[in-house]
């Protein structure tokens, strides 16, 4: 009978699917009584270009281990579904006018048709997608919780905003420890209770913690929406390329700065990769230093600056803001004006990773102002350079060229003096020093001090006289919400006299309503500016017609959407409970599942999704609605899978391509060619490149030998360099199974590793080899009959299952698939040879090789008369015993030369050993007739007749 894995996967995953084999039991159900094992993979964007080999690779490491799971008698949640709101299907709208639900929802059939062909155990009736009003209904009723709460620093948590309220009432805010807006002023509570509903209501978001505010923001304003730094590459926007600058909006923002510190501490409770962990660890960035305010020479402003170091405040020479500083218009003299806002617009055409990552450029302006020093009471001359971010601290630095190479390239740029706050040592050298061990001369009241003990006294004495306070700091920033889109979620909020109102969560979804055009109006108000239907009733609470707006019961409504991050940061407590109605999650549910077992997913979400997922579990276990307060226990980021790109080489001016071999002194271009043009020997299908583009139909080819060969080259893989693999077409020609254990196969799951589509074919054949061992020998066929014997199998064949299992069960618990496929095959090997077919070893085989390739064993699993899934067969235990050498097989030699072997028990004596030596025929052989000189055995080692 042949191995066609094409019949055989196509009747199991229709079996999977009507016999919902995969679905995982809530409480309440039967089956969940097991323990729980909750395996989940980053939430996946369904682009238009569907699977290449290289996405599946983290679906296939999770499937195997959920598999595992059940073998071992878990409750098993592996759930999918989309991340489906989002620029790209939005982009596509705009060029082409179709709906981008309606090309969403084909990505998304495409993608469940390539995930179902790959033979995934997911749990598919959890399915979400973010773009479902059923879905994001919860999502904006999150964002209305966030709003309608604040962080309390004495508590440690977030807290619903009324509770705030009552304490305005009863005693003002001087007493409030919370995390609010730096410029939020002292009041009473005579006060508050003064202040009218509007001005109450400025105060709040002054705490809530998601708040309107008008923030610096990346702007692209090809595309028409605000960008996040991880959607732009070297100042341009990731898609399209389009220039990005820098602007002030008024957008929402979510205070994730006030869960910094817990941000921090949770790390230390994960069992996450540490690069990840160190990524956070710095994007979060704590530094413990002094907050020290420099009054503004001629004006009342005062300009609050962060060090880590206060013992320099003495080698101060002059201060640098960022260019987008608020004081900056408001401090800056008239006869620099001009430069001052010419050099504004300048910067603002470079993005803050730019200005981050530039360490070389040195450029700014001067205001005209000063600022004083609060000891020496001295005119410090106040810059602005775009080395200083707005974001960052308070947006302000008081520059200590002495002690800061950064501040002492920018002074010897610009011929700024240099005092020397450091006796005896080289200015330049001691910019270098980090932390210099002494502060000495030239420094006041803090001379000849160690480093923390003039720290200490530094913040002391500013303390004492007004000018500052011994702080924490935060590199990181509170998250901007709003993006000029249209393809996200809305948000639940309509605006009173400008100010914002949350809508109930009864009426809830508020849904995104049609639009003819997806672009900014030509006022450039986001494209939701574009809906005629866009206005909440308050008393008929639905959404209504602009021209209904009367200010006084029927309001405009937000025309800002969220971002992509907002539905994917709490998607995994969805899928716990995703079909209830009532609530994001019954209580049940949430208390049995808890958190995410094992999560794979990339690195280059770490300082992105992942960070923010973290702030919203945190929030929402704060309000007492989740169990737990880190979403995730165990992660793991899988490498990626390369192409191998194909080369054609163009020579320049011309239209005629070269092979590789015969370039020598021509000068010439590569250009990227379709993979699929391309043979097993590197050999280019010329008529097919000719007819792949007009401008190469008319192409010249210089041969070597008659063909022209490519040149090769392992990169990203990627549609835009035509080296993808499409996983459809491995499925159809070698199998998924096949599939699922060459991408294994290929190297360690978290390293990078090159796809080479002909090397697939020795795991293709492995599986032919494991299919006729099942089945009686046919010469020159792949198996005869079904056969499997329910006699005893031998020792060899035992020691063969268990060793196997030993390994697989190694390799399994510590993620090491790809040594499991080794092992596989070495076992079917072994077994061959041994020409085993007893059900003995072949029955647990068939359950161990499962995980990897589950359309065979599924297949075989039948054929053994199991009328039971294999998926829940209990995994095979490992014996020791089988390991355990009874006999030893002997080296016999003749004067030192081996000349046969001898299996002998372990446990012979060494009189009964030499006997059956001697017996032996072979021993006889070689004597002929001569009595040895001496027989020498070492029990367990060898056996040596000297003649």
């Known amino acids: 009978m042949k191995y066609d894995h094409n019949a055989i996967e196509a009747k199991w995953q229709q079996h ?86 309606i090309t969403t929802e084909t990505n998304i059939k495409r993608y469940r048709e390539q995930l179902d062909k790959i033979g995934f155990s997911f749990d598919w009736s959890r399915e979400v997608r973010t773009s479902d009003p059923d879905y994001y209904k919860w999502t904006q009723w999150i964002f209305t919780r966030l709003f309608n709460s604040w962080y309390n620093n004495d508590t440690d948590k977030a807290e619903d905003i009324e509770t705030l309220i009552r304490k305005f009432e009863n005693s003002g805010n001087a007493g409030v420890h919370a995390v609010c807006d730096s410029d939020t002023g002292t009041f009473t509570a005579a006060q508050w209770q003064a202040f009218t509903d509007d001005e109450k209501q400025k105060i709040l978001l002054k705490y809530r913690l998601t708040y309107l505010a008008e923030t610096e923001v990346n702007w692209c304003p090809a595309l028409g929406t605000v960008l996040a730094n991880d959607e732009i590459v070297n100042g341009v926007s990731e898609r399209g390329g389009y220039p990005v600058i820098r602007k002030k909006m008024t957008q929402w923002s979510m205070r994730i700065t006030a869960y910094a510190q817990r941000l921090l501490e949770g790390l230390d409770r994960v069992d996450w990769p540490q690069p990840l962990k160190d990524a956070q660890t710095n994007w979060i960035g704590r530094s413990e230093g002094a907050e020290v305010r420099f009054k503004v020479k001629g004006s009342d402003h005062e300009i609050p600056v962060f060090t880590t170091r206060p013992d320099t405040i003495f080698g101060v020479s002059f201060m640098t803001l960022a260019p987008e500083h608020e004081l900056v218009p408001e401090i800056t003299t008239p006869g620099q004006k001009e430069a001052v806002e010419a050099y504004i617009e300048a910067t603002a055409r470079r993005s803050e990773r730019d200005r981050m990552s530039d360490v070389k450029t040195i450029s700014g302006v001067f205001t005209g102002a000063y600022a004083e020093h609060p000891f020496t009471k001295e005119p410090v001359p106040v810059w602005i350079g775009d080395y200083v971010l707005a974001g960052y601290g308070t947006g302000a630095v ?104 949350m809508i109930a969560a009864e009426h809830l979804p508020v849904r995104l309503p049609e639009v003819e055009k997806y672009l900014p109006t030509e006022t450039g108000e986001p494209p939701l500016g574009n809906a005629g239907t866009w206005a909440w009733d308050t008393e008929k609470n639905k959404v209504v017609s602009n021209d209904l707006i009367d200010h006084k019961t029927i309001f405009p409504l937000e025309l800002n959407t969220m971002p992509g991050w907002a539905g994917s940061s709490w998607y995994f407590n969805r899928y716990m409970d995703a079909r209830n109605e009532n609530v994001f999650a019954s209580r049940d549910a949430l208390d049995y599942w808890k958190d995410v077992d094992l999560y794979i997913g990339g690195s280059e979400h770490a300082t992105g999704h992942l960070l923010y997922s973290r702030f919203w579990q945190k929030f929402l276990f704060d309000k007492g609605l989740l169990p737990v307060d880190e ?76 063909k022209y060969i490519v040149g090769r080259e392992v990169e990203k893989m990627s549609k835009s360099k035509y080296n993808v693999v499409n996983p459809d077409d491995i499925c159809e020609q070698y199998g998924a199974d096949t599939l699922r254990m060459y991408e294994m196969f290929l190297g360690p799951l978290d390293q990078a590793k090159p796809w080479n589509t002909a090397g697939i074919t020795g795991v293709h054949g492995f599986l032919k080899k494991l299919w006729k061992l099942y089945h009686s020998p046919l010469e020159g066929g792949q198996g005869g009959d079904f056969y499997v014997s329910d006699e005893s199998a031998s020792k060899e064949s035992l020691k063969t299952l268990h060793k196997t299992i030993k390994k697989v069960i190694e390799d399994i618990e510590n993620f090491s698939f790809n040594t499991s496929v080794s092992s596989f095959m070495i076992a079917v090997n072994e077994l061959t040879a041994q020409q085993c077919n007893s059900r003995e070893v072949l029955e647990p085989l068939a359950i161990i090789i499962s995980p990897y390739a589950p359309h065979i064993a599924e297949e075989l699993w039948q054929k053994l008369g199991h009328k039971e899934s294999v998926a829940f067969a209990p995994f095979p235990e490992f014996e020791e015993k089988h390991l355990v050498e009874s006999s030893k097989e002997y080296p016999v030699s003749f004067n030192g030369k081996m000349r046969f072997k001898l299996e002998l028990p372990l446990d012979m004596p060494k009189e009964e050993m030499e006997d059956a030596v001697m017996a032996h025929e072979k021993t006889q052989e070689q004597l002929q007739g001569r009595t040895p000189k001496k027989i020498i055995i070492v029990p367990g080692k060898i056996i040596n007749i000297v003649g």
């Open 398 to 501: 008081m520059a200590v060229p002495c002690g800061d190479q950064r501040d002492y390239d920018f002074a010897r740029h610009f011929n700024i003096p240099i005092p020397n706050i450091f006796e005896n040592t080289d200015i330049s050298e001691a910019a270098h020093s980090e932390k210099n061990g002494t502060v000495i001369a030239n420094s006041g009241f803090l001379s000849g001090l160690p480093y923390e003990e003039a720290t200490q006294k530094a913040i002391a004495q500013l303390e004492a006289i007004g000018a500052g306070k011994g702080r924490i700091n935060y590199r990181l920033r509170d998250a901007v919400f709003s993006r000029q889109r249209y393809w996200g979620e809305p948000f639940p909020v309509y605006y009173i006299n400008g100010l914002p109102q």
């Open 631 to 706: 979403f995730a226990r165990k992660l793991i980021n899988q490498g990626m899978i390369l192409g191998m790109s194909a080369f054609v080489y163009r020579v320049k001016g011309s239209n005629t391509f070269v092979s590789k071999n015969r370039i020598e002194d021509r000068e010439t271009e590569p250009i990227h060619a379709d993979v699929t043009f391309i043979n097993a020997s590197d050999e280019l299908d010329i008529e097919a490149f000719k007819n792949w583009r007009p401008e190469f139909r008319d192409a010249e080819f210089i041969l070597e030998d008659g």
């Open 16 to 101: 999977w699917k009507e016999n919902k084999t995969f679905e995982a039991k809530n409480p309440g159900s039967e089956g969940a009584d097991k323990p729980k094992y909750y395996v989940l993979d980053m939430f996946p964007y369904p682009s238009g270009a569907g699977l290449h080999v290289g996405h599946p690779l983290g679906y296939i490491a999770s499937d195997i281990y959920a598999r595992y799971k059940r073998h071992r008698g878990f409750n098993v949640l592996h759930p999918m579904g989309y991340d489906s709101f989002g620029l790209p299907a939005e982009q596509y709208a705009i060029q082409t006018g179709q709906h981008p639900a």
